[in-house]
């Protein structure tokens, strides 16, 4: 069963500073994905990685998958007031597949 | 840009009775999907359809659960007799996938409330 892990869940931000979002996942797959949610909102798709070691960036948020280790990550730069929502990984194993989504991290910003 | 829709955005039912979600994907898509997020807690994959057939369900998606592409343009999920515990959003996604992205596009959502 595949399963999907990330962290920290609760992400407290300072404005200006750097952070970090962990994904891992169990087993074997080059399709991750990464899914903004803004409360009572729908799921807003950020990054599609298909492959080891790629990497797209859009604004403050970059993101980056390693297959081998299993793990993508989500860095975010500078962190702004408009960044406030859960963020989700989730993969799949087959174009068409079903989904396997993390727990979602959930951030808020600080002044 | 083309979206997703789901109607209605609200249902209040009691249980035992049945409640249909309706979803209209991305017109020239492929896959379709229902998933479920239970409130606070992550998304939960319930089935796929695909060449008008189910491609894939998960162990949430019972005998109480069924889908059905009615005409061109519909997708919908059923619940033949509701419980408590299906209280959650249930969100429909499509996909077309393709050599460049297999990005699911996801509804607003209905908010199912079981009383």
């Known amino acids: 069963e595949l399963k999907v892990e990330q962290n920290p869940l609760f992400l407290s931000m300072q404005e200006g500073k750097n952070y970090t979002i962990y994904c891992n996942y169990s087993?074997?797959?080059?399709?991750l994905y990464w899914y903004r949610q803004d409360p009572g909102k729908s799921l807003e798709s950020l990054f599609v990685?298909?492959?080891?070691?790629a990497v797209k960036q859009e604004g403050r948020l970059m993101a980056s998958l390693d297959t081998k280790a299993r793990l993508s990550t989500l860095h975010i730069t500078a962190a702004v007031h408009d960044l406030p929502a859960t963020y989700f990984c989730?993969?799949?194993?087959?174009?068409?597949?079903?989904?396997?989504f993390g727990e979602g991290t959930q951030l808020t910003v600080n002044p | 840009e083309p979206e997703v829709t789901q109607t209605p955005s609200h249902q209040v039912t009691q249980m035992g009775q049945e409640v249909i979600l309706r979803c209209v994907p991305i017109?020239?898509?492929?896959?379709f999907y229902w998933y479920r997020q239970i409130l606070g807690q992550k998304v939960e994959f319930l089935v796929s359809?695909?060449?008008?057939?189910?491609?894939?369900k998960s162990e949430i998606f019972d005998d109480q659960f069924s889908v059905e592409r009615p005409d061109g343009s519909n997708f919908t999920l059923k619940i033949r007799s509701t419980k408590l515990e299906d209280s959650a959003m249930y969100f429909c996604?499509?996909?077309?996938?393709?050599?460049?992205?297999?990005?699911?596009?996801f509804g607003p959502g209905t908010r199912l409330t079981v009383l």
């Open positions: 017109s020239n898509h492929l896959y």
């Open positions: 996604a499509s996909s077309r996938p393709s050599g460049g992205t297999d990005t699911q596009y």
């Open positions: 989730a993969v799949d194993k087959t174009s068409g597949s079903r989904l396997t």
């Open positions: 087993t074997t797959s080059d399709r």
């Open positions: 990685l298909l492959s080891n070691g």
């Open positions: 359809f695909y060449n008008n057939e189910i491609s894939e």
